[in-house]
C-alpha cells in the first residue's frame, strides 16, 4: 500500500532451479519475469542444461496468468525483460545453441524473443552474433529501440584473451540489428548496465581493467596479473550509432563505493554524475 503495508506475496518458479534475470511491469500492474531455470522442458532430450523462463503475474493477487520456458539443446541465460510496443513483452540474453531454428554463428550468441503479453505465445526469435563468445548483462527499451548491454570475449592478434564492452541496438520489433559500439578495447572492458536519458541518448556503466579508453598495462606485466577495475560511466549518442560523447572513470575505494545501484547493478553502487560526466 502507499504506507508500505504487505499487499501480498508469492512463491513462482518450476521444480528446477531459478535465478530471476530481471522484471518488468505493465500499465495495468500486471508483472513479467525473465529468469533462468534448470528444469527440464517437455520438448527436451538433455536435461539439466539451463533455459529461458517467463512468468506473468497479475499485478493485483500476484496469481501465475501464464508461464512459459524455451531453450536449446544447450545453454540459454536470459539477461532481461522489457515491454515494447502494446501488449509485447521481449526477453534478451545469450544462447549457445540452435535457439527456435534461429542459426549459430558460433560461441555463444545474442538472442531477443517476443511474448505475446496476454497469452504467453511467442511471437518471434531473433539471435546474432560472431565466432566468439557474446554475454548480455541487461536490456533496456524506450519505445523507439531496443537495447542490450554487454561484452566480447576473443583473442586478440596476439592470442591474448582481451573482453570488449559492448551495446547493441535493435529495432523495435526486435527483428534487426540496427547498429553495434565497441566500448574500450584496452584489455578488459564490460558493459553492466544501461539508460536512456531525457534527451534520448544512453548512459551506459560497467568495469574496466586496467583503463577506460587507455594504454594497455606496460610489458612485461601479463593482461591478468593485477585485475583492478576501475568502474566507468559513458554517454553514447543513441542517433549516431552509439558515438561516444563523453566518458569518466572511477577510482578508488571511495569513489567505487559511491557508484549507484541508479545504473543496475550490485556491482554499481551510487553515484551522481551532471550532463557532461562530471561528479555531482
Known sequence: GTDGTELWRTVTGTAGNDQLAGLTVDSAGDIYLAAISSATRVDETTPFNEDGLVIKLAGSTAQSVWQSTFGSPNTERCAGIVLIGTGTVLVGGTTDGTLNQQPNAGGTDVFAIRFDATSGAALGTFVFGTIEQEQVHSIVSNGTAIYLFGDLFINDVNGIPDIEGKVWALNTTASQLDWTQTIGGTRLESVLRG??????????????????????PPPPSPVFDRLEPVQFVATLDSANRGAVLWNTTLQGEAEVNQLHMAYGHADLTGFALNNVGNPM
Open 195 to 216: 539508460v536512456v536519458n531525457a534527451t534520448g541518448n544512453l548512459v551506459i556503466a560497467g568495469l574496466s581493467v586496467p583503463n577506460f579508453f587507455g594504454p594497455p
